[in-house]
């Protein structure tokens, strides 16, 4: 199994940055694929970015340009860097993996919120 811990959420108003990351731990070996998940207040969880074992990745198209998705191995730790923040970017922001064996880990959760 892995177990998945996100940092890096907080306040930070319009067209500002912030990075989150995910730290990864566990049977790191078995991750097949890893993402960025999101769920603002009172809609669906959405897909926001992911990346595979090879460090093909792939966006909405409501973060592309902005959002950068990378893993750094060496550390067992994947990012998100998000860039030229919108106020439709609050919600709270999952880590995903998805094992070889289809096992599906989840974070607890950092919350983003992007306000004047």
């Known amino acids: 199994q892995v177990q998945l811990v996100e940092s890096g959420g907080g306040l930070v108003e319009p067209g500002g940055s912030l990075r989150l990351s995910c730290t990864a731990s566990?049977?790191?070996?078995?991750?097949?694929?890893m993402a960025w998940y999101r769920q603002a207040p009172g809609k669906q969880r959405e897909l926001v970015a992911d990346?595979?074992?090879?460090?093909?990745?792939d966006y909405v198209d409501s973060v592309k340009g902005r959002f950068t998705i990378s893993r750094d191995n060496a550390k067992n730790t994947m990012y998100l860097q998000m860039n030229s923040l919108k106020p439709e970017d609050t919600a709270v922001y999952y880590c995903y993996s998805r094992a070889i064996s289809g096992f599906r880990s989840w974070g607890q959760g950092t919350q983003v919120t992007v306000s004047s």
């Open positions: 566990g049977n790191l070996f078995d991750i097949a694929a």
């Open positions: 990346i595979n074992s090879g460090g093909t990745t």
